[in-house]
């Protein structure tokens, strides 16, 4: 029974590793994509909404990245949608 209790926790670790690591990455991209739209619409005169606090922007898109990649897709058919005009 503790070889399986140990199996099942390894699992449970590296799954969370993983989603953890992909929401990471989804983070830097995001953030990237959200830099590139910023530049852009400063550079045209635009509302630039301010930024949050960098913690608070990890925390959001390492742990909600799944939703915001769906509704995106869902949305715009692209996982980092297009700046908004």
């Known amino acids: 029974m ?4 140990r199996f099942l926790a390894l699992i449970l670790v590296v799954l969370v590793v993983l ?3 992909i929401g990471l990455v989804f983070h830097d991209r995001w953030q990237q994509a959200l830099t590139v739209c910023r530049q852009d619409r400063v550079a045209k005169g635009a509302f630039v909404e301010p930024e949050w606090s960098p913690l608070v922007t990890v925390f959001f898109d390492v742990t909600f990245w ?3 990649a769906w509704a995106n897709w869902h949305n715009h058919g692209r996982v980092f949608p297009p700046c908004p005009a």
């Open 2 to 5: 503790r070889r399986v209790n």
């Open 66 to 68: 799944p939703v915001y």
């Open 19 to 21: 989603y953890v690591g």
